[in-house]
Nanobody, 127 residues
Framework: QVQLVESGGGLVQAGGSLRLSCAAS????????TGWFRQAPGKEREFVAA????????YYTDSVKGRFTISRDNAKNTVYLQMNSLKPEDTAVYYC????????????????????WGQGTQVTVSS
């Protein structure tokens, strides 16, 4: 099993920044993909960004490109989501998730592909 713990959420004004962390523990894989998803009230959980542990290739949904950066620290088993120029529409609960192996970009965007999930961290952006 893999345990994921997100942290770093909070309340920020529009234009501000936050950095989310996703710390993994338990079973480790030689190859895995970590994704960040978010879910606003009354909406479906949507893909935000993903990173391959092997090679570090990153992928983003169009609405966050140029504003969010996903990165990882293999030594700490931690994936980060740096969020800049935040907008009120970024308000949501943010979840990290892990799937064993390498996913093609289109598959990375599907929450059904991921096996392990964290409990989520709230991000609120005020206007």
């Amino acid at each position: 099993q893999v345990q994921l713990v997100e942290s770093g959420g909070g309340l920020v004004q529009a234009g501000g920044s936050l950095r989310l962390s996703c710390a993994a523990s338990g079973r480790t894989f030689s190859s895995a993909t970590t994704g960040w998803f978010r879910q606003a009230p009354g909406k479906e959980r949507e893909f935000v960004a993903a990173i391959r542990w092997s090679g570090g290739t990153t992928y983003y949904t169009d609405s966050v490109k140029g504003r969010f950066t996903i990165s990882r620290d293999n030594a700490k088993n931690t994936v980060y989501l740096q969020m800049n120029s935040l907008k009120p529409e970024d308000t949501a609960v943010y979840y990290c998730a892990v799937v064993r192996g390498i996913l093609v970009p289109q598959a990375m965007e599907s929450r059904y592909k991921y096996d392990y999930w964290g409990q989520g961290t709230q991000v609120t952006v005020s206007s």
